[in-house]
């Protein structure tokens, strides 16, 4: 787990857990620098989250289905919201406010493309929102949780193994870090960069040019 609890301005975006799995620059320049830019790929995964983010909560028998459910852990210091979060009858699960019985949460988290051209990341930003309903609702463990890809129509279940939870606590913590320096990174150029909608602030192709220290040190080495 995280080495602290966190305050309310400490909080991080769960979201940026994905970001920084692609490239923690990405991430920094998003969420320290504050700079945002939108290409085809963002404006359809936008699109395709709409529906989930309306906040209406569905009762079918023995299901709750709740969208956009807003979440928060301070002991991770990070807050978001689920795309989905299916509510299911059981004699393990915790009470909901206006509703009779005990319930257990499935949390479902929305993606556009397809199941097998995903990131890790994926499942860590899945298995982050599983600890912090775990944190809100003081339920025993949710051992696994759902990602349904657009393209193929279907969900996937993941299981929240330890390793999971570990790698998690390792990478909101080392974001922690990057954000309290308010430090952007550099990063070695990728063919993923062409995809990324940060590319003309990024200029990655930048990244393998001298910076003006090094052209001085060379110039001065040179001299002596």
Known sequence: MASRP????????????????????QWALIHIEQQWQENVLTAKGHIFHELTHEGKTDKRGGLIVSRGLHIVSYQLGLRGQCDVVEWHMSDDGVPIVGRDGLWLPMPIEYKRGKQGFHTHADEMQ?????????????????????????????????ELTDELREEVCKTVLEMHKYFERGYTPKVKPTKACRNCSLADICLPSLMKRPTVSDYMNSMLGDST
Not at 6 to 25: M, P, T, V, W
Not at 139 to 145: F, P, V
């Open 6 to 25: 966190y305050n309310e301005e400490d909080l991080l975006l769960l979201s940026g857990i994905q970001h920084f799995k692609f490239c923690a620059r």
């Open 126 to 158: 899945l298995c982050a929102q599983a600890m912090c309903l775990e944190y809100m609702c003081l339920c025993r463990r949710i051992e696994s949780a759902q990602l349904y890809y657009g393209e193929n129509r279907r969900r996937f279940i993941i």
